[in-house]
C-alpha cells in the first residue's frame, strides 16, 4: 500500500472515531439531561403532594380565603398534568406565586403561624424549595453542556446527522419571580 493510501486510512479511521466519540457524548449528555429532569420532577412531586396539607392547615385559620385555595390548587393540578418540561415549568412558576399568596394569608392569623403543624409544613416546603433549586441549576447545568455541544463546530455535524434535539431550560418566566423572596417563619 502506498503513503497515500495509509494516510487516507489514517484520515478516516480519526473521522470515524471522532464522530463515534462525539454521537457517544451526545448520548450521554442527553441520558444525563433526562436524569436531571427526573431528578426536579421528583422535588416537584413532593412539593405538590404536600400542598393539600398545608391548603388544608390554612383553611383552618382562614376560611374565607377561597379565592387563594382555588389558585393554590388549580397551579398544583396544572403542574401535575403538565406533559412537557416547557408546561411544566411555566405551571410550577404560577404555584410558587400562589403559594406566596397562601403564606402572605398566613401572616394576618397570629394563631396560623403559631401553630406547630402549619410550621412544620412551611419548614418541609422551604427544604423542598431548596431542592428543587438544586436540582434546577444541575438540570439547567446539563443542558447548557449538550446544547453547546449541539451548536458547536464540529460536533454540530454528528448531532444533525444523528437528530439531537436541544433541550429547554428550566428558567423563571415572570421577572418578579426574580426578585428574593419575603419569607418569615414567625420568629
Not at 462525539?22 to 444525563?32: E, I, K, M, P
Not at 405551571?91 to 403543624?117: C, D, G, I, M
Not at 416546603?125 to 463546530?153: C, H, K, M, P, W
Request: cysteine-free.
Amino acid at each position: 500500500m502506498t503513503l497515500g493510501g495509509w494516510l487516507f486510512l489514517i484520515v478516516l479511521a480519526l473521522l470515524v472515531w471522532f464522530a463515534i466519540a462525539t454521537y457517544n457524548r451526545l448520548v450521554g449528555l442527553t441520558q444525563r439531561s433526562g436524569e436531571a429532569w427526573s431528578d426536579i420532577d421528583v422535588q416537584l412531586k413532593r412539593r405538590t403532594d404536600l400542598v393539600p396539607n398545608l391548603v388544608e392547615t390554612v383553611k383552618g385559620y382562614a376560611s374565607h380565603e377561597r379565592k387563594t385555595f382555588e389558585e393554590v390548587t388549580r397551579w398544583r393540578s396544572a403542574a401535575m398534568a403538565a406533559g412537557t418540561p416547557e408546561a411544566r415549568a411555566q405551571a410550577e412558576n404560577q404555584l410558587t406565586q400562589a403559594l406566596r399568596n397562601l403564606f402572605a394569608v398566613a401572616e394576618a392569623y397570629p394563631e396560623l403561624k403559631a401553630s406547630q403543624n402549619f410550621q412544620r409544613l412551611q419548614a418541609d416546603l422551604g427544604q423542598i424549595e431548596e431542592a428543587v433549586q438544586s436540582a434546577r441549576r444541575y438540570y439547567n447545568a446539563v443542558v447548557r453542556d449538550l446544547n453547546t455541544a449541539i451548536e458547536s463546530f464540529p460536533s454540530n455535524f454528528v448531532a444533525t446527522t444523528f437528530q439531537f434535539k436541544k433541550r429547554p431550560f428550566f428558567e423563571l418566566d415572570r421577572p418578579e419571580e426574580r426578585q428574593v423572596p419575603r419569607v418569615s417563619f414567625g420568629t
